[in-house]
């Protein structure tokens, strides 16, 4: 909270969950209406939560933007780094995921994100081959990410937890989420289909305008 000129205490400006853009069934039958509820409604709701409650102890923190949170993590008060890092970064990540998925998604990527991955993968079925093998290797929770280097060249690599690639450098592109909650209601413990289904959905218009911006 802080104090208003009329010296009134005023709300703190909190992260809010964007709504997704499509509907909880619309990435059936590759992702389910339950998964995509629960993943979104309270496991995204519940990192915004803590992430919120984090910074209610540092208020001056709610004006600067998560991603700049996240990118210089060395300016984060050392009390509440941690779950900046934990929270914060659940709450980050997720915001780019649902954008990364549309219900008219899937095939390949077009302009320069297709350039770009032909330079720096080969073809775009080396970068799929490398991209899935990268999400199913990853031990334990995480993501997989394709990120674009301070040097301006495409990277795949996983993190742990809710570790995000812009606390180190790298402009998020394309990333799965392989943490359980995001498959196993519906594939139990075969993450391998799961990611296998994710390539119907992923939005490549968005990963391109990512991939831009970056
Ligand atoms: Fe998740």
């Known amino acids: 909270m802080g104090v208003n000129t009329k010296g009134r205490k005023m709300e703190s400006k909190k992260h809010e969950v964007p709504a997704l853009p499509y509907e909880y069934e619309a990435l059936e039958p590759y992702i389910d209406e339950e998964t995509m509820?629960?993943?979104h409604d309270k496991h995204h709701q519940a990192y915004a939560d803590k992430f919120n409650a984090a910074l209610e102890q540092r208020p001056e923190l709610f004006e600067r933007p998560v991603s700049e949170l996240l990118a210089n993590l060395d300016a984060v008060p050392e009390d509440i780094r941690k779950m900046v890092i934990n929270h914060g970064g659940g709450y980050y990540n997720h915001n780019l995921f649902w954008e990364i998925m549309s219900p008219t998604g899937g095939g390949e990527p077009t302009g320069e994100?297709?350039?770009?991955?032909?330079?720096?993968f080969g073809s775009f079925e080396e970068f799929k081959k490398k991209f899935t093998?990268?999400?199913l290797t990853h031990f334990?929770?995480?993501w997989a990410w394709l990120v674009k280097g301070t040097d301006g060249k495409l990277k795949v690599y996983s993190l742990p937890n809710q570790d995000t690639p812009?606390?180190?450098?790298d402009k998020p592109v394309l990333l799965v989420d392989v943490w359980e909650h995001a498959y196993y209601l519906k594939y139990q413990n075969r993450r391998a289909e799961f990611v296998e289904q994710f390539w119907n959905v992923i939005n490549w218009d968005q990963a391109g305008k990512n991939y831009q911006k970056a």
């Open 133 to 135: 093998e990268t999400a």
């Open 166 to 169: 812009v606390s180190i450098g």
């Open 113 to 120: 994100l297709a350039e770009a991955i032909k330079r720096d």
């Open 37 to 39: 509820r629960v993943h």
């Open 140 to 142: 334990g929770s995480g």
